[in-house]
């Protein structure tokens, strides 16, 4: 997720508790930003056996690179494996920090993000849209002066919910596409949080430490009719519709034991539970970057075990709750996404002071790291290419344009 778009950057919030853990993974992963070498991808061992004919990856891997000048910026690579490049034209200010901060749901545009360090720890950011097809480059939207984070894409692509600390601490603003009009959503004093739109476009859930510690809540689409959906006495943040609509996938502390871990419930706050029934871990664990395949088959997500210093990526059957997939763990494996074909998941993979993008199949096999060097690589996004096969969402009946 930008879900923590400049990830690395986020604070913790001393005022809405939702969050809180992402510094403590973060700080774990020495980032190093020294130099740059392009060699070719490679495999790694892995505990599950591989799946035999596996199809080949197809489409580019958008990520962040970190360079010499500690500056970020975004760049490419094939998915099967290749030479990482250059996404964009080159910055004229290397103060400016760029990130791929989310696709848009026909995987045509793509959201992204300039940041600037004010040097008092906050930042000052600024939204653009990249057309893939064709030669890429910026187009600057919306609001320019306070931190954005967390942008999610309407269903249609008209509109982009986002949080921002332009007026308050941190609240809701749903920004009207291609003109780029800015509305604010909430104003809540403990801040609002890390939205998601319904498949449908007619509301949206948010994380808010509204009524205490954080909560899931959902409003329509313009801010109105705001309700609570949980009640727990840990946090429960970082909620996902499923892409059929029909439920509400959230992060919640509610069992200690656990630590953190992937609860569901109905998009109406009904009947929540853990999306893996599993009895308590031998030691509590932090799940966190929340991802559904396009047709709403698997969910991905990371869970950290903060005492070993270790993050695997995992991927479940969301109908059964059954793991299909799981990363090694060795090191900090971290923010999966799919392929566009549901097959794949690319993620993050920190070992000591670097780190790299990597892949692996979603029924388990061979973890394929795509890049090497000296820089670090993260935050990933997969794009599709003109040929390449897509799942299929789920129907979803959306609203008439007209009116």
Same mark, same amino acid.
């Given at each position: 997720?930008?879900?923590?778009? =400049?990830?690395?950057?986020?604070?913790?919030?001393?005022?809405?508790?939702?969050?809180?853990?992402?510094?403590?993974?973060?700080?774990?992963?020495?980032?190093?930003?020294?130099? =740059?070498?392009?060699?070719?991808?490679?495999?790694?061992?892995?505990?599950?056996?591989?799946?035999?004919?596996? $199809?080949?990856?197809?489409?580019?891997?958008?990520?962040?690179?970190?360079?010499?000048?500690?500056?970020?910026?975004?760049?490419?690579?094939?998915?099967?494996?290749?030479?990482?490049?250059? /996404?964009?034209?080159?910055?004229?200010?290397?103060?400016?920090?760029?990130?791929? *901060? *989310?696709?848009?749901?026909?995987?045509?545009?793509?959201? !992204?993000?300039?940041?600037? =360090?004010? !040097?008092? !720890?906050?930042?000052?950011?600024?939204? /653009?849209?990249?057309?893939?097809?064709?030669?890429?480059?910026?187009?600057?939207?919306?609001?320019?002066?306070?931190?954005? &984070?967390?942008?999610?894409?309407?269903?249609?692509?008209? /509109?982009?919910?986002?949080?921002?600390?332009?007026?308050? /601490?941190?609240?809701?603003?749903?920004?009207?596409?291609?003109?780029?009009?800015?509305?604010?959503?909430?104003?809540?004093?403990?801040?609002?949080?890390?939205?998601?739109?319904?498949?449908?476009?007619?509301?949206?859930?948010?994380?808010?430490?509204?009524?205490?510690?954080?909560?899931?809540?959902?409003?329509?689409?313009?801010?109105?009719?705001?309700?609570?959906?949980?009640?727990?006495?840990?946090?429960?943040?970082?909620?996902?519709?499923?892409?059929?609509?029909?439920?509400?996938?959230?992060?919640?502390?509610?069992?200690?034991? &656990?630590?953190?871990?992937?609860?569901?419930?109905?998009?109406?706050?009904?009947?929540?539970?853990?999306?893996?029934?599993? $009895?308590?871990?031998?030691?509590?664990?932090?799940?966190?970057?929340?991802?559904?395949?396009?047709?709403?088959?698997?969910?991905?997500?990371?869970?950290?075990?903060?005492?070993?210093?270790?993050?695997?990526?995992?991927?479940?059957?969301?109908?059964?709750?059954?793991?299909?997939?799981?990363?090694?763990?060795?090191?900090?494996?971290?923010?999966?996404?799919?392929?566009?074909?549901?097959?794949?998941?690319?993620?993050?993979? =920190?070992?000591?002071?670097?780190?790299?993008?990597?892949?692996?199949?979603?029924?388990?096999?061979?973890?394929?790291?795509?890049?090497?060097?000296?820089?670090?690589?993260?935050?990933?996004?997969?794009?599709?290419? $003109?040929?390449?096969?897509?799942?299929?969402?789920?129907?979803?009946?959306?609203?008439?344009?007209?009116?």
């Amino acid at each position: 997720m930008i879900g923590l778009a =400049a990830a690395r950057t986020r604070e913790p919030s001393p005022r809405a508790s939702a969050g809180w853990w992402r510094g403590l993974a973060l700080g774990l992963v020495a980032i190093g930003c020294q130099g =740059a070498s392009q060699q070719p991808a490679r495999a790694e061992p892995q505990a599950t056996p591989a799946v035999a004919s596996e $199809p080949a990856p197809c489409g580019r891997l958008l990520f962040v690179t970190t360079g010499r000048d500690d500056a970020q910026r975004i760049a490419v690579i094939p998915a099967a494996g290749g030479a990482p490049r250059a /996404f964009l034209p080159a910055l004229e200010d290397s103060s400016i920090s760029e990130y791929p *901060a *989310a696709l848009a749901p026909d995987g045509e545009t793509l959201l !992204g993000l300039e940041s600037r =360090a004010r !040097g008092d !720890g906050r930042t000052v950011d600024r939204f /653009f849209l990249v057309t893939l097809a064709g030669a890429p480059s910026r187009a600057p939207i919306g609001p320019d002066g306070g931190l954005l &984070r967390n942008p999610a894409w309407a269903p249609d692509g008209r /509109f982009v919910v986002f949080e921002s600390d332009a007026d308050g /601490f941190r609240d809701l603003y749903r920004m009207e596409l291609p003109s780029g009009q800015a509305l604010k959503l909430t104003g809540d004093r403990e801040g609002s949080f890390e939205p998601a739109i319904a498949p449908d476009g007619q509301s949206i859930a948010y994380a808010s430490s509204r009524d205490g510690n954080a909560e899931i809540y959902v409003m329509t689409a313009d801010g109105g009719a705001p309700r609570r959906l949980t009640d727990s006495p840990g946090d429960d943040t970082s909620p996902r519709f499923s892409p059929d609509g029909q439920a509400i996938v959230f992060l919640s502390a509610r069992e200690r034991e &656990r630590g953190v871990a992937v609860h569901r419930m109905g998009r109406a706050g009904e009947a929540p539970r853990l999306v893996t029934p599993a $009895p308590p871990p031998a030691a509590p664990a932090l799940a966190r970057d929340l991802s559904f395949s396009t047709d709403g088959s698997r969910l991905a997500y990371t869970e950290l075990v903060p005492s070993r210093g270790r993050a695997a990526v995992v991927v479940v059957a969301f109908a059964t709750g059954e793991v299909t997939a799981r990363s090694d763990g060795e090191g900090i494996d971290e923010q999966p996404v799919f392929s566009p074909d549901g097959r794949h998941v690319a993620f993050t993979r =920190a070992r000591g002071r670097r780190s790299d993008i990597a892949r692996m199949p979603v029924d388990g096999g061979e973890v394929v790291v795509l890049t090497s060097g000296d820089e670090s690589h993260w935050l990933p996004r997969w794009i599709s290419d $003109p040929g390449c096969p897509r799942s299929e969402a789920p129907r979803v009946d959306l609203p008439s344009r007209q009116g």
